[in-house]
């Protein structure tokens, strides 16, 4: 829909441990294919728990605890969010050992790896260690590791969340999303301003991007 001259710009507020930002940006991804749309993603940080500890949390007690879920509850969710991954053509492997982590070190390394025009693959590695191969995203060999795979240096990824070279800057973009009212993720924000907060839905976001495409800037 758009010529490649003029993508539509799509920043995605989104934190890798959210299980509807990877089924929002699969979901939206689809609606881009069958609508032939030219367009152009930026990955920005966001974290559902920055006071996590730094081995994280089984995530079911973790939910328990935040929303005042019963274990029935979270199995009804994650049957819910399996099914909607596989809609899309994303797999959720989610067990009893399942953990939340702190993702303040994945934001650092996908800001390192922006810098070599790297994030989006790294957002996609990211997303499927922790939610399909249940890997141990605290531990910084293991996102190293994962960097690696994607032909990323696996001694400068380890260096970077070492010495926490980029904490700064991931800490001002986050606050950045945070002061323009961003509270919850997925948060999708197309052309500069036009907010879609949520998984909305291969259909829907089709309705989105043709209504985009019918405006003049």
């Known amino acids: 829909m758009n010529d490649a001259e003029n993508p539509l710009r799509i920043d995605i507020v989104s934190d890798v441990v959210c299980p509807w930002c990877v089924i929002g940006y699969r979901q939206l991804a689809e609606a881009l294919k069958q609508t032939n749309t030219k367009h152009e993603i930026h990955w920005h940080p966001f974290e559902l728990n920055t006071n996590m500890p730094a081995e994280g949390q089984n995530l ?17 969710s994650r049957d819910r969010m399996t099914e909607a991954g596989r809609d899309v053509g994303f797999e ?11 993702t303040f070190d994945l ?10 025009g790297r994030m989006h693959d790294l957002k996609q590695a990211l997303f499927a260690a922790h939610f399909t191969q249940g890997r141990n995203i605290s531990d910084k060999a293991v996102l190293a590791d994962i960097a690696a795979e994607i032909g990323l240096d696996r001694s400068e990824a380890f260096a970077v969340l070492k010495d926490q ?12 999303w945070q002061q323009q009212g961003i509270q919850s993720v997925p948060a999708m924000i197309f052309k500069d301003r036009y907010l879609v907060s949520g998984a909305q839905g ?6 989105i991007l043709e209504q985009l495409a019918d405006m003049q800037d």
């Open 60 to 76: 079911r007690e973790h939910i328990m605890e935040k929303y005042g879920s019963t274990k029935e509850e979270s199995a009804a």
């Open 92 to 102: 959720f492997n989610y067990d009893d050992d399942t953990r939340m982590h702190n």
């Open 107 to 116: 934001h650092q390394l996908l800001h390192w790896a922006d810098q070599q």
């Open 165 to 176: 070279r980029f904490a700064k800057e991931v800490r001002e973009a986050e606050q950045h």
């Open 202 to 207: 291969v259909d829907n976001y089709i309705n």
